[in-house]
Nanobody, 117 residues
């Protein structure tokens, strides 16, 4: 069983920055990939960024050039550096991790990000 705990959300002004963290604990902490998703009020959860164990990354088009995903395998953690935040980035951000050889993954409980002046 794997537990994921996100932190780092909060209220920030447009143009500001936040760094989200995702800490993994439990057993089997060798992840094929770790990812971030977000869900805005009244909308479906959407993919934001993914980082594979080999280091390759994917981003949704709307955050390219502003967000950066990273991982610290020694700490079993993933991060999302968010720069140039816009009001449309307001959402609950969720960490998602898939273990090597698994068909589905684990979700964290989410952390709220509000971008507003």
């Amino acid at each position: 069983q794997v537990q994921l705990v996100e932190s780092g959300g909060g209220l920030v002004q447009p143009g500001g920055s936040l760094r989200l963290s995702c800490a993994a604990s439990g057993s089997g902490l060798s992840f094929y990939y770790m990812a971030w998703y977000r869900q805005a009020p009244g909308k479906q959860r959407e993919f934001v960024a993914r980082m594979y164990s080999g280091g390759s990354t994917n981003y949704v088009e709307s955050v390219k050039g502003r967000f950066t995903i990273s991982r610290d395998n020694a700490k079993n953690a993933a991060y999302l550096q968010m720069n140039g935040l816009k009001p449309e980035d307001t959402a609950v951000y969720y960490c998602y991790a898939v273990q090597n050889g698994a068909y589905s993954g684990y979700w964290g409980q989410g952390t709220q990000v509000i971008v507003s002046s």
